[in-house]
């Protein structure tokens, strides 16, 4: 199976509502879970990533949160904004390497 | 700070032609990447470097894709001959190190294979 798995697909919101985007991984081993923002026709953009040895970060608007018991981990978006309608991916080590495998990525659509 | 500059920005080949694509990283980035991303999909690691040397090129299709990166600053990707499969976004990002850290990005290129 892949190393990491993305949900949902596609995510439509109201402007101010939040969002969360959940990603599954495989490697008891990885320590490293990065998010990437792509706007269309740009390449990725790290907007936040986490270390195995806390279970949260928040940078303003966007957190994210990690269980490592459960090999699981979320982005969370609140007050969102039209500017924040993008794909997002997750990242996480490939086969106890430090190489990010992303995930399918998911659709963020914001509705003025 | 400059950014990861890629060229071209996009290609048209009929299957069976070649293509190069080049890459310029961060300058003082040691690591650098080339990743393959299909419509609605993730990016998928073709290969990885470090300085000239080759980290990992596990999922690069070896029978018709070769990377190099001569000088330990610039990588071309090339694709000889071309199927109708490697239609795809390029992308190249680079990165201080090896070990855990933020990737930089550039804008890809876009080929399509006729």
């Known amino acids: 199976g892949e190393n990491v798995e993305q949900h949902p697909s596609t995510l439509s919101v109201q402007e101010g509502d939040s969002a969360v985007i959940k990603c599954t991984y495989s490697?008891?081993?990885?320590?490293?879970f990065p998010w990437y923002k792509q706007e269309l026709g740009k390449g990725p953009q790290l907007i936040i990533d986490?270390?195995?040895?806390?279970g949260e970060k928040k940078d303003q608007r966007i957190a994210v949160t990690l269980n490592k018991t459960a090999k699981h981990f979320s982005l969370h978006i609140t007050e969102t904004q039209p500017e924040d309608s993008a794909v997002y991916f997750c990242?996480?080590?490939?086969?106890?390497?430090?190489?990010?495998?992303f995930g399918r990525g998911t659709s963020l659509i914001v509705h003025p | 700070e400059a950014g990861v500059a890629q060229s071209p920005r996009y290609k048209i080949i009929e299957k069976r032609q070649s293509v190069a694509f080049w890459c310029n990283p961060i300058?003082?980035?040691?690591?650098l990447y080339w990743y393959q991303q299909i419509l609605g999909q993730g990016p998928k690691l073709l290969i990885q470097?470090?300085?000239?040397?080759?980290?990992?090129d596990s999922q690069l299709p070896k029978d018709r894709f070769s990377a190099e990166r001569l000088k330990g600053v610039d990588s071309t990707l090339k694709i000889q001959p071309a199927k109708l499969e490697d239609s795809a976004v390029y992308l190249c990002?680079?990165?201080?190190?090896?070990?855990?850290?933020?990737?930089?990005f550039g804008s890809g290129t876009q080929l399509s294979v006729l």
């Open positions: 470097f470090q300085n000239n040397g080759v980290v990992d």
């Open positions: 490697d008891s081993a990885s320590n490293y």
């Open positions: 990002a680079s990165s201080l190190g090896t070990a855990n850290e933020k990737l930089f």
């Open positions: 990242a996480a080590p490939w086969k106890g390497s430090y190489i990010p495998t």
């Open positions: 986490i270390r195995s040895n806390v």
């Open positions: 300058s003082g980035h040691a690591t």
